[in-house]
C-alpha cells in the first residue's frame, strides 16, 4: 500500500519561486528512481527532473538552469526547487515512483502569472 502525496503548489508571479515536496508512504523496496512530471492544460504529461537511487539526476532542457531535484532518503521524500518561474511552468506537477510498480501522486497545481 504505497502513496505518495504531493504539496507546495501554488499562484506565483513570474520569476518567484517554489519548493515542491512528494512525501512517499507504506511498503517500499528497490526504488529504482523518482522523478517529476508536470501536464499543463492541452498537453500531453512530460518528464521534468528524475533522479536515481544513486543520486544521478536528469533534467527537461527548458527547466535546466532553473530547477533542482532532490531527495531525502530517510524519509522517503523528494523535492523540486523551482526558481525564475514562467508562465509556461504552468502547470500540474506530478510525483512518479518507480520500483517493480509504478505509482503516481495526485498533483500539485503550480500556477504562474506574467
Known amino acids: 500500500q504505497v502513496q505518495l502525496v504531493e504539496s507546495g503548489g501554488g499562484l506565483v508571479q513570474a520569476g518567484a519561486s517554489l519548493r515542491l515536496s512528494c512525501a512517499a508512504s507504506?511498503?517500499?523496496?528497490?526504488?529504482?528512481?523518482m522523478g517529476w512530471y508536470r501536464q499543463a492544460p492541452g498537453n500531453q504529461r512530460e518528464p521534468v527532473a528524475t533522479?536515481?537511487?544513486?543520486?544521478?539526476?536528469k533534467y527537461a532542457d527548458s527547466v535546466k538552469g532553473r530547477f533542482t531535484i532532490s531527495r531525502d532518503s530517510n524519509k522517503n521524500t523528494v523535492y523540486l526547487q523551482m526558481n525564475s518561474l514562467k508562465p509556461d511552468d504552468t502547470a500540474v506537477y506530478y510525483c512518479?515512483?518507480?520500483?517493480?510498480?509504478?505509482?503516481w501522486g495526485q498533483g500539485t497545481q503550480v500556477t504562474v502569472s506574467s
Open positions: 512518479r515512483l518507480v520500483t517493480s510498480e509504478d505509482y
Open positions: 507504506g511498503s517500499i523496496s528497490g526504488i529504482n528512481f
Open positions: 533522479i536515481t537511487s544513486s543520486r544521478t539526476t
